[in-house]
């Protein structure tokens, strides 16, 4: 608490906006109050940091881009107690934060023909050719693109990239020129 009305002082002659003050100073007091209470910011060694980190990943609440956050926000903070030699070092000199990887789900999910079928005779019931007169209604968007997806095996991106152009409705064919991401 002893330094951070001083940091916080140093940061606004910088320009920094109110709101982004109010952030540091609340990621400040929130990790020493929490994590290192009694603690002289002396004695905080990169080992401390890295289970508050960990506690930080620990808790399901904190995404990734918060935690780096938070950790940025301390690091400055601890940069300029070496500054102002509050500190003889950084425990942020022997530490290292590692981007968490991110677990994806690519599991292929493979439909019966009995279940595509069902499907798209769920949708057909909602298809009518004759609503669209000058306007594409949300209703027939599906069936055509589930078809196409379904029926080519185009992948979302594909299908996301189509434009007008790229439909041959004399030659049935669809040709893939970019895909959106």
């Known amino acids: 608490d002893y330094f951070i009305e001083p940091y916080l002082t140093y940061k606004a002659s910088e320009g920094l906006l109110p709101s982004t003050l109010y952030r540091i100073r609340q990621t400040l007091k929130e990790t020493g109050d929490n994590y290192f209470p009694n603690i002289p910011v002396q004695k905080i060694s990169s080992e401390l940091l890295q289970e508050v980190v960990k506690m930080w990943r620990d808790d399901k609440g904190n995404k990734e881009t918060t935690i780096r956050a938070k950790y940025k926000i301390i690091q400055k903070y601890f940069d300029w107690l070496r500054q102002k030699k509050y500190i003889a070092k950084s425990p942020f000199d022997e530490t290292v934060l590692k981007r968490q990887k991110k677990k994806k789900n690519n599991k292929l999910v493979i439909i019966s023909q009995e279940e595509h079928e069902k499907l798209k005779t769920v949708m057909e019931k909602y298809w009518d050719p004759e609503d669209i007169n000058g306007k594409l209604r949300l209703r027939n968007i599906f069936l055509a693109i589930y078809l196409l997806t379904?029926?080519?095996?185009?992948?979302?991106?594909?299908?996301?990239?189509?434009?007008?152009?790229?439909?041959?409705?004399?030659?049935?064919?669809?040709t893939v020129e970019n895909s959106l991401i």
């Open 150 to 174: 379904y029926e080519t095996g185009m992948r979302e991106g594909e299908v996301a990239g189509l434009k007008v152009k790229c439909v041959d409705k004399e030659t049935a064919t669809v």
